[in-house]
C-alpha cells in the first residue's frame, strides 16, 4: 500500500504500491493544518515530503473514542461532551501516528513529524473535510480513518504535496 496525500485537494488516495498509481483503491477527503504546510515544532502546520505510517493506535476501540496523549480516556464523543470543551481538538476513533523520512525536511531535529505528534486521526463529524482546519495533523471523517487504519499496515509510506 502507497498513500498520496494531496493539500491543494485536501485528499488522500490509497494506490495498491507507489509503482502502481494508475488505479486508486480509495480516495477519502481530509482536512489539513489552517496554518498552511512546513514542519517547524510548534507551527502548527502539516509536514509536507515523504513519511511512514510508524504506528496504529486504537485497533478494536468504538468509533468516537477520545483520546489524550494518544491513550483512550474511555469516553465516547458526543454533543454533551463537545459542549464540556468547545475548544478542544478532539482525536477520536484511531491514530496512525506519522514519522518523517527526509533528514532535515520532516525527519529529526527542528523538524521531527514524529516529535510534533504529527497524526492521522478521526475528528467529530460537524468539522469540515476539504477546507484546512486542523492544528497541524490530518483529520477525517470517524468512518473514513477506521476503513483507512484497516486498510493499511504499520510502515505504510505516503508522500505530502502541495
Same mark, same amino acid.
Given at each position: 500500500?502507497?498513500l498520496?496525500?494531496?493539500? &491543494?485537494?485536501? &485528499?488522500?488516495? /490509497?494506490?495498491? &504500491?507507489?509503482?502502481?498509481?494508475a488505479?486508486p483503491?480509495?480516495?477519502?477527503?481530509i &482536512? #489539513?493544518?489552517?496554518?498552511g504546510?512546513?514542519?517547524?515544532k510548534?507551527?502548527?502546520?502539516?509536514p509536507t515530503?515523504r513519511l %511512514?505510517?510508524? !504506528?496504529? +493506535?486504537?485497533?478494536?476501540?468504538? %468509533?468516537?473514542? @477520545?483520546?489524550?496523549a494518544?491513550r483512550? #480516556?474511555?469516553e465516547?464523543?458526543?454533543?454533551?461532551l463537545?459542549q464540556? !470543551?468547545?475548544?478542544? $481538538?478532539?482525536?477520536? #476513533?484511531?491514530?496512525?501516528?506519522?514519522? *518523517?523520512?527526509e533528514?532535515g525536511?520532516?525527519?529529526? *531535529?527542528?523538524? $521531527?513529524?514524529?516529535?510534533r505528534?504529527?497524526y +492521522?486521526h *478521526?475528528?467529530?463529524?460537524t468539522?469540515?473535510m476539504? @477546507?484546512p482546519?486542523?492544528?497541524?495533523c +490530518?483529520? %477525517?471523517?470517524?468512518?473514513?480513518v477506521?476503513?483507512?487504519? $484497516?486498510?493499511?499496515?504499520?510502515?505504510?509510506? %505516503? /508522500?505530502? !504535496?502541495?
Amino acid at each position: 500500500m502507497f498513500l498520496y496525500l494531496s493539500i &491543494s485537494q485536501q &485528499s488522500l488516495t /490509497v494506490f495498491a &504500491s507507489e509503482q502502481d498509481r494508475a488505479e486508486p483503491v480509495r480516495t477519502f477527503k481530509i &482536512s #489539513t493544518a489552517l496554518n498552511g504546510m512546513g514542519s517547524e515544532k510548534n507551527s502548527g502546520k502539516t509536514p509536507t515530503g515523504r513519511l %511512514m505510517v510508524r !504506528a496504529k +493506535i486504537g485497533q478494536g476501540l468504538p %468509533m468516537n473514542s @477520545v483520546f489524550v496523549a494518544r491513550r483512550p #480516556t474511555g469516553e465516547i464523543y458526543s454533543d454533551a461532551l463537545a459542549q464540556s !470543551a468547545p475548544n478542544r $481538538d478532539w482525536i477520536l #476513533t484511531r491514530i496512525l501516528w506519522l514519522s *518523517g523520512m527526509e533528514v532535515g525536511q520532516n525527519r529529526l *531535529g527542528n523538524v $521531527d513529524t514524529m516529535q510534533r505528534y504529527i497524526y +492521522i486521526h *478521526g475528528t467529530p463529524d460537524t468539522e469540515p473535510m476539504g @477546507v484546512p482546519k486542523s492544528h497541524g495533523c +490530518i483529520r %477525517m471523517r470517524n468512518q473514513d480513518v477506521l476503513a483507512l487504519f $484497516d486498510l493499511i499496515p504499520v510502515g505504510t509510506e %505516503m /508522500v505530502v !504535496a502541495a
